[in-house]
């Protein structure tokens, strides 16, 4: 600042100095080629102080840009994770209780495979990415459990899966449990049980 106001005050004293002869009523001399080129370098160097006020004053009154927006959160997933801590408890007493029953009948494994069919012509079709375990059959019923990569998939496609023919014609009745938030997605697993275990007891 302290340079731009010398220039200034360097264009103002070449103004004066240019008309004093005039104004005291001296007569006009000739100048030198040596003085000559001095003012036209005070002069260049007057224009640039001026140039350089008007870009300072430009900017002062500018207006402060304005802060950058904050990022939006993420949304927050609405199927991914466990929607109670019981989810797997549940699951899990069931598979025991399935497990403990014995060995199933052969009929079992070409009902639950119906289901199988069922579940990969769905993922096919919705262009769901799901990763269905084989499913194991014991005397009180079946279960297979179905990986979600994205939590948010499972309600739709249960609710498809729960129309489809090969669950449907299951004899016994069926469970489902609440998505269980795991490492590799959100996963779902299906029980079908016996037709004389239909209540899951």
Same mark, same amino acid.
């Given at each position: 600042? @302290?340079?731009?106001? *010398?220039?200034?005050?360097?264009? *103002?004293? @070449?103004?004066?100095?240019?008309?004093?002869?005039?104004?005291?009523?001296?007569? /006009?001399?000739?100048?030198?080629? +040596?003085?000559?080129?001095?003012?036209?370098?005070?002069?260049?160097? *007057?224009?640039?102080?001026?140039?350089?006020?008007?870009? %300072?004053?430009?900017?002062?009154?500018? !207006?402060?840009?304005? =802060?950058?927006?904050?990022?939006?959160?993420? /949304?927050?997933?609405? $199927?991914?994770?466990?929607?109670? /801590?019981?989810?797997?408890?549940?699951?899990?007493? #069931?598979?025991?209780?399935?497990? +403990?029953?014995?060995?199933? =009948?052969?009929?079992?494994?070409?009902?639950?495979?119906?289901?199988?069919?069922?579940?990969?012509?769905?993922?096919?079709?919705? #262009?769901?990415?799901?990763?269905?375990?084989?499913?194991?059959?014991?005397?009180?019923?079946?279960?297979?459990?179905?990986?979600?990569?994205?939590?948010?998939?499972?309600?739709?496609?249960?609710?498809? %899966?729960?129309?489809?023919?090969?669950?449907?014609?299951?004899?016994?009745?069926?469970?489902?449990? $609440?998505? @269980?938030?795991?490492?590799?997605?959100?996963? @779902?697993?299906?029980? %079908?049980?016996? !037709?004389?275990?239909?209540?899951?007891?």
């Amino acid at each position: 600042m @302290i340079v731009v106001t *010398a220039l200034v005050g360097l264009g *103002a004293s @070449i103004g004066f100095f240019a008309r004093g002869s005039v104004v005291s009523g001296t007569p /006009p001399r000739e100048d030198s080629p +040596a003085a000559t080129n001095n003012q036209r370098e005070l002069a260049k160097l *007057a224009v640039a102080a001026s140039a350089v006020r008007r870009s %300072l004053d430009q900017q002062a009154n500018e !207006p402060p840009p304005e =802060p950058a927006a904050a990022p939006a959160p993420a /949304p927050a997933p609405t $199927g991914g994770p466990d929607r109670s /801590p019981a989810a797997r408890a549940e699951r899990d007493g #069931h598979l025991e209780k399935l497990k +403990a029953s014995g060995a199933a =009948p052969p009929e079992f494994a070409t009902g639950a495979r119906a289901v199988e069919t069922d579940v990969r012509a769905l993922a096919r079709s919705g #262009h769901v990415a799901v990763d269905a375990t084989a499913w194991s059959c014991y005397k009180a019923g079946c279960f297979s459990t179905t990986t979600f990569k994205d939590g948010n998939d499972v309600d739709e496609f249960a609710a498809k %899966l729960s129309q489809e023919k090969g669950l449907r014609a299951w004899p016994g009745g069926s469970f489902r449990s $609440g998505p @269980i938030a795991t490492a590799s997605g959100t996963e @779902i697993t299906w029980v %079908l049980f016996a !037709p004389d275990e239909s209540d899951g007891k």
